[in-house]
Every structure is written in C-alpha cells, then in structure tokens.
C-alpha cells in the first residue's frame, strides 16, 4: 500500500543540474533508509545515494562532490539535488523506502518508485 511517486527527471546539458523529488504515502509508520538508486542502459542498477532516518547518507562513488541527498522525515520526501552533469549519469532514476508499515500489524517493506528518466546530453 505504500507508494512513491518521483518527479524532476529531463533532459540537461554536460555540466548542468537537476533536482529529483520523491513523496512516500500510504500506511507508514516509519520510513528508515530512503534514497536512490539509477540503471543506465547495459548496466546494472546501483545505489546512488540513501539516507537514513537519522541522517547517515550513503553516496556511490560517482556521485561524491557532486549530488547532495536531503531528506524530510515529516512529510515522507526525499530530494537528490544533482550538479556538474555527466553524460555518464543518463538512466533511469528509482526512488526506494525501506521501512515499517502501519498496519493491524507493523511490518517491514521496501518500495520502489515507477522511475524517472535523466538524460544528460548536449
């Protein structure tokens, strides 16, 4: 029952920035790792970045220096501001929750979002 929806994926230029969004709604009582994770095309999917309900991030390599992850635990959003853009960083960007749901019994779940697409090209 818990759902995500993303938002701010496009098409930008080398060198410029976009800020992806997601909202979590649903039965939650507590959402602890939150975060994102991308798969271009002929690759795997992987983490790009995650943080956790007390503010632990996680950052993949590529996206040290140049994408920040924020997080407000309030309303259940995530946001990955992304700067210094990469043709390397085309993909399909997932917003994923992991956390307990609010139910007649709480209960673990992972989420993941539909998808938004990044592409970064001149």
């Known amino acids: 029952q818990v759902q995500l929806v993303e938002s701010g994926g496009g098409l930008v230029q080398p060198g410029g920035s976009l800020r992806l969004s997601c909202v979590a709604s649903g039965r939650i009582l507590s959402i602890n790792d939150m975060g994102w994770y991308r798969q271009a095309p002929g690759k795997e999917r992987e983490l790009v970045a995650l943080m956790t309900s007390i503010g632990r991030t996680n950052y993949a390599d590529s996206a040290k220096g140049r994408f920040t992850i924020s997080r407000d635990n309030a309303k259940n959003t995530v946001t990955l501001q992304m700067n210094s853009l990469k043709p390397e960083d085309t993909a399909v960007y997932f917003c994923?929750?992991?956390?307990?749901?609010?139910?007649?019994?709480?209960?673990?779940?992972?989420?993941w979002g539909k998808g938004t697409l990044v592409t970064v090209s001149s």
């Open positions: 994923n929750a992991k956390g307990v749901s609010r139910s007649l019994v709480s209960r673990p779940f992972e989420v």
